[in-house]
């Protein structure tokens, strides 16, 4: 049950995820939108009402945090004009690794890429996992994903 709960209300998805389900969600609204016009029930209303609703909640809010966007900006979408960057960025924009998802112990970092922290088991070869680390790291400072100040919190959290 658990994964199907995960596809239908996802914390994060891709640029693909965003797509398809947007085309799915937007034709469906469409089909009942001609159903409205030639006079159906009013019930069809709620109906689209609820699915604008799990579009806004479950697939912009968790493109958005892919996109280190803050969840409040999902509000931003009914502004007239300033909506077709909001729904078009998302389509286009390149998930960004934020400085958090890279925190070790924390609960929502197991759909993410394994933890940059060392191992204690492996001992023998914590000096290549710390180099290892400490490149990544530099890697997104230098990408600008991290700042200084990041960078110093995540090595020292690191132990390097």
């Given at each position: 049950m658990a994964p199907a709960v995960e596809f239908?209300?996802?914390?994060?998805?891709?640029?693909?995820?965003?797509?398809?389900?947007?085309?799915?969600?937007?034709?469906?609204?469409?089909?009942?939108?001609?159903?409205?016009?030639?006079?159906?029930?009013?019930?069809?209303?709620?109906?689209i009402v609820a699915l604008v609703a799990y579009w806004g909640l479950w697939v912009l809010r968790p493109r958005y945090r892919d996109l280190a966007m803050p969840a409040w900006s999902v509000l931003l979408v009914l502004v007239p004009g300033l909506n077709l960057f909001l729904l078009g960025y998302p389509a286009w924009g390149r998930t960004k690794v934020r400085a958090d998802w890279l925190s070790p112990g924390l609960p929502w970092n197991k759909d993410h890429p394994p933890s940059l922290a060392p191992n204690p088991s492996t001992s023998a070869s914590l000096p290549d996992k710390s180099d290892a680390t400490l490149r990544q790291l530099e890697a997104l400072r230098n990408e600008g994903t991290l700042t200084e100040d990041q960078f110093l919190r995540m090595k020292s959290r690191h132990g390097l």
């Open positions: 239908l209300f996802p914390r994060r998805i891709a640029r693909l995820s965003y797509w398809l389900r947007s085309v799915v969600v937007l034709r469906v609204a469409e089909l009942i939108a001609c159903r409205i016009d030639d006079g159906g029930p009013t019930s069809d209303v709620i109906f």
